[in-house]
């Protein structure tokens, strides 16, 4: 959490009852006050009693004030990633991939510029027009693989090999007809039989390349593996996929879903962020999900998904409080059932760790204030 992002608040100005959308921290960010809790009487009096004079009100989740901030990378990286890609693509299409240096420069530079800059945006390449589509897309995606192994404490080699694995993931699409790739909608199941050979594609054009890392080729050829095993083309299920497959395919999938395409609008941070999670147990690996989401969701000015103090509705139909986030993973807090699957409020709450309960999870966040309310009656 930011400082910067929080406004300051004077104690006397917090009364027994109040309820306020947003989160209280104290000043080294902790927070103090769950949102859309009655504020009681010992919360008050304990923060009078311990002379504190000033509290820290962070206004509800889903802000976004990204355009004001500095990005990570400079125009001139992105120009040469351009050109880096471009390279690629020529050599492909005109007899075989060669030594990938300008690849591999590129990638350093984004890499330095990252670690110099962490605090500032994260900031991608925004389609302008269409036919830049994978050009873009490759970039981007090798750039958020970058700030994902970082921060999954890999260290700067596998870094760098996954930007690469970011730049190389489609490349395969140049084997398949324009006509396919460029379709403006649906593909049919032929079209789609297609397209799906293009992870191999992929790996085929680098895989005899001693220059490339194994992990690389392997993100590569798994970056369309799903975690229930319903991706392609090998099917392959849970673990075997591997860490970097994994941080490829969420990558490529965060940006795919975030820009604009001629036959489906983007959809915002939020909303890609909470498929994202939706779908951690059954396309993704949730370890890694976990920690794309709070990153992500931490650089874009977004103060959590489900925070602590908030209200949900589970899979099963019950009503939920949240009461203790894991950072690992985001979609499974614990929580306290208050309402069962019919509607009605239990007498004793049952507190459930979801990190321990696979069979439930959360499927939306509740906003009625009426509703709010009424729940922070019942525990
Ligand atoms: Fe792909
Ligand atoms: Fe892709």
């Known amino acids: 959490m930011e400082q910067n992002e929080l406004k300051r608040v004077d104690v006397s100005f917090l009364k027994e009852g109040m309820v306020l959308s947003g989160f209280l921290y104290n000043e080294k960010g902790e927070l103090l006050w769950p949102a859309r809790k009655p504020l009681n009487f010992s919360f008050i009096f304990n923060l009078k009693k311990n002379g504190v004079d000033f509290v820290y009100y962070s206004p509800p989740m889903y802000k976004t004030d990204t355009a004001l901030r500095e990005g990570m990378f400079s125009k001139e990286s992105f120009d040469y990633a351009i050109e880096a890609i471009d390279e690629i693509v020529h050599e492909v299409k005109y007899g075989k991939l060669s030594s990938l240096k300008l690849a591999k420069l590129s990638v350093e ?3 330095h510029e990252m670690e110099n800059h962490p605090t500032h945006f994260l900031n991608l390449l925004v389609l302008k027009k269409y036919d830049q589509y994978t050009y873009y897309h490759s970039i981007n995606v090798g750039i958020l693989s970058m700030f994902l192994t970082r921060k999954l404490g890999y260290n700067h080699i596998y870094v760098q090999d996954m930007g690469l694995a970011g730049f190389l993931h489609d490349l395969g699409k140049i084997k398949i007809p324009a006509k396919i790739v460029d379709k403006n909608g649906p593909l049919t199941l032929e079209e789609y039989q297609i397209m799906k050979k293009h992870p191999l594609y992929s790996y085929n054009l680098i895989k005899d390349d001693n220059n490339i890392s194994n992990f690389v080729k392997k ?5 369309h593996e799903r975690w229930n095993g319903s991706g392609y083309p090998l099917n392959l299920k849970g673990d075997v996929i591997g860490n970097f497959a994994s941080i490829v ?5 965060y940006d795919a879903l975030t820009t604009d395409r001629p036959y489906k609008k983007a959809l915002s941070v939020n909303d890609t962020l909470y498929y994202i999670l939706k779908k951690s147990d059954e396309y993704f690996n949730p370890f890694v999900v976990g920690r794309f989401v709070n990153e992500i969701a931490r650089i874009n000015g977004i103060a959590s998904f489900f925070p602590v103090g908030s209200y949900v509705i589970l899979n099963s139909g019950e009503t939920a409080y949240i009461v203790a986030k894991d950072d690992e993973y985001t979609l499974r807090p614990e929580i306290l059932i208050l309402k069962n699957f019919q509607g009605k409020p239990l007498r004793t709450p049952i507190w459930v760790n979801l990190k321990k ?3 439930r999870y959360i499927k939306k966040i ?3 204030q009426g509703e709010i ?3 922070s009656k019942l525990h």
């Open 366 to 368: 509740i906003e009625d």
């Open 219 to 223: 993100a590569v050829l798994f970056h």
């Open 357 to 359: 309960d696979p069979s």
């Open 249 to 253: 395919a969420i990558c490529d999938v």
């Open 373 to 375: 309310e009424f729940l």
């Open 109 to 111: 530079r984004f890499f």
